[in-house]
């Protein structure tokens, strides 16, 4: 699944705009999951594939927090 986020406004801090949008992310993709479930989270950028990716390892999805990423 292919996920892009827009650029944040100028007066918006841009930690609180990715945690924002990572918690949504989180909370729509766990949403009817049991909370033994196990996930993961991978993100990569799609403009640089060079750079390196960032990963969650596998955990209770109630476990899964932005605060986390």
């Known amino acids: 699944m292919?996920?892009?986020?827009g650029p944040p406004s100028?007066?918006?801090?841009?930690?609180?705009?990715?945690?924002?949008?990572?918690?949504a992310l989180t909370n729509?993709?766990?949403?009817?999951?049991?909370?033994?479930?196990?996930?993961?989270?991978?993100?990569?950028n799609t403009e640089n594939v060079q750079d390196k990716l960032l990963g969650i390892s596998f955990r209770r999805r109630d476990q899964l927090k932005s605060d986390v990423v």
């Open 10 to 23: 100028k007066e918006y801090d841009p930690v609180v705009y990715i945690k924002e949008r990572i918690t």
């Open 28 to 44: 729509y993709l766990i949403d009817d999951m049991r909370d033994r479930n196990l996930v993961g989270l991978r993100i990569r």
């Open 2 to 5: 292919l996920i892009k986020f």
